[in-house]
């Protein structure tokens, strides 16, 4: 039986897409998708899938077992706004998951594995311009704990058990084929949506809030050219910094306003706020570019009509079958 990947989490905003461009590279029948979640069925219709919680280690382990599963990418996760309303299923879920396979790693039952972490490991006393590599990691929200303390648990069972887990530090990820789940940088997907289906979009972050982001397409790229980078090239075992673009919701605003005119918006900045001004507002990556080629496609503009373009033939598809 050939080997096989499985995607922990596979109907998430990144899951989905990532499931898609993983069968592309290695084959539909090679590409195993779970999730709790079955509402996604263009994605529970599209090859192999299996109903997996990320906290039932047994579950993830028969999988394995049974479909000679030898990589995995975990990308189940509470996200830092909804983390923050539930803090202890966010530790829960993100630490527990996490351990499950790395455990599978140490005993030899898969080879690699991908787990994502998140700028939120930063904080208020993170340097905010050209945030680097090494710099002082205090998060303020249960999902950046749990991000911060997994990078520290991947680069421990890289060292002590050479367990071959590669992650990213990733950015803010626009999309137009999944809505987020709960991020402190959705804004910048609904903005999009609304613009298209009202024409005004009210801000829940103020107008200057400057982030880092990137488009889906320029985060699926880096996930797997990390992970088809030969292990000896891969020096950072805890998260590589990722960046590409970095905007406010005003910049983003009068992006769009060059393909929709009449668009308008309001802001009223909530709890989310607060997340994000202790969050860096640019990301130093030259480490990955250096030691992996990493290189973004997407700036601004680019991202912004590829968002508006696919959004209306969508809406275009739902409106005339």
Request: proline letters at 4%; charged letters at 25%.
């Amino acid at each position: 039986m050939s080997s096989k990947i499985l995607i922990i989490g596979a109907c998430g905003q990144i899951g989905t897409e990532l499931t898609t461009k993983l069968r592309d590279l290695n084959g539909v029948n090679n590409v195993i998708a779970s999730d709790i979640n079955t509402r996604n069925l263009d994605l529970v219709n599209s090859g192999p899938f299996e109903i997996i919680d990320a906290k039932n280690y047994n579950a993830i382990h028969d999988c394995c077992l049974q479909n000679n599963v030898k990589t995995i990418y975990l990308m189940a996760a509470l996200l830092s706004a909804t983390g923050e309303k539930y803090p202890m299923e966010a530790w829960d879920l993100n630490m527990n998951s996490l351990f499950h396979v790395l455990n599978l790693a140490k005993e030899k039952v898969i080879d690699k594995i991908f787990w994502p972490s998140s700028i939120a490991v930063f904080g208020p006393t993170t340097p905010k311009i050209n945030t680097p590599q090494y710099t002082i990691c205090e998060p303020t929200t249960v999902y950046g704990i749990t991000k911060q303390v997994g990078e520290r648990w991947c680069e421990y069972y890289n060292k002590k058990y050479d367990v071959d887990v590669r992650s990213i530090r990733y950015p803010g990820i626009i999309s137009h084929k999944a809505m987020p789940g709960g991020g402190t940088t959705d804004y910048a997907v609904e903005i999009y949506h609304e613009a298209i289906k009202s024409g005004t979009y009210e801000c829940f972050l103020s107008e200057d809030t400057e982030l880092p982001m990137m488009f889906m397409q320029d985060a699926i790229k880096a996930t797997t050219e990390l992970m088809q980078t030969s292990s000896e090239n891969i020096k950072v075992r805890s998260a590589y910094n990722l960046a590409a673009i970095s905007f406010t919701p005003k910049q983003v605003f009068e992006s769009i306003k060059k393909y929709i005119p009449d668009f308008t918006i309001s802001y009223k900045p909530d709890f989310r706020q607060v997340i994000a001004n202790s969050w860096p507002s640019s990301i130093d990556d030259n480490i990955a570019r250096k030691e992996w080629d990493w290189q973004h496609d997407f700036d601004l503009d680019k991202m912004t009509r590829e968002m508006i373009d696919n959004l209306q033939k969508q809406i275009c598809k739902v409106d005339f079958g």
